[in-house]
């Protein structure tokens, strides 16, 4: 199982009051494997950086069904985030062993993400 990635907004008339938006044609949405959880972003060395956002996924498994839902009101604060963690890359790859380029895919992904969310007033669910 791999960790996805997508843009919601609030609908009372949708599961969980939320409606996923359809990506635009070409949008990646993988943030990382299922390993990637607890071993990128639910680790001592993104902990360490600041992450608040991205080390909750360590608690969420297939087995649980969870997710992790970040309001509209939280999406700068997401955005920063990664770009923090994008600045410090070459540390979180040393202490994590996966590959910069991998990582910076990844967040890549999860920025892009909260600039379409940020558009609309909407949120991002990952799971």
């Not at 919601?8 to 009051?17: F, M």
């Not at 938006?21 to 949008?27: I, L």
């Not at 992790?68 to 923090?84: K, N, R, T």
């Not at 967040?107 to 949120?123: D, F, S, V, W």
């Amino acid at each position: 199982m791999s960790i996805d990635i997508a843009v919601w907004v609030p609908d009372d008339d949708a599961y969980a009051g939320r409606n996923v938006v359809e990506d635009p044609p070409g949008t990646s949405t993988g943030a990382g494997g299922e390993r990637s959880r607890y071993e990128l972003w639910g680790s001592a060395a993104a902990r360490h950086l600041g992450a608040w956002f991205l080390p909750q996924l360590a608690d969420i498994t297939e087995e649980n069904r969870g997710n992790l839902q970040i309001a509209p009101g939280q999406i700068d604060a997401f955005a920063q985030e990664c770009a923090l963690l994008a600045e410090n890359v070459e540390q979180l790859s040393t202490a994590t062993g996966y590959r910069p380029e991998r990582v910076l895919n990844y967040l890549t992904t999860m920025r892009q993400a909260a600039e379409r969310a940020k558009a609309i007033n909407g949120g991002v669910i990952i799971w």
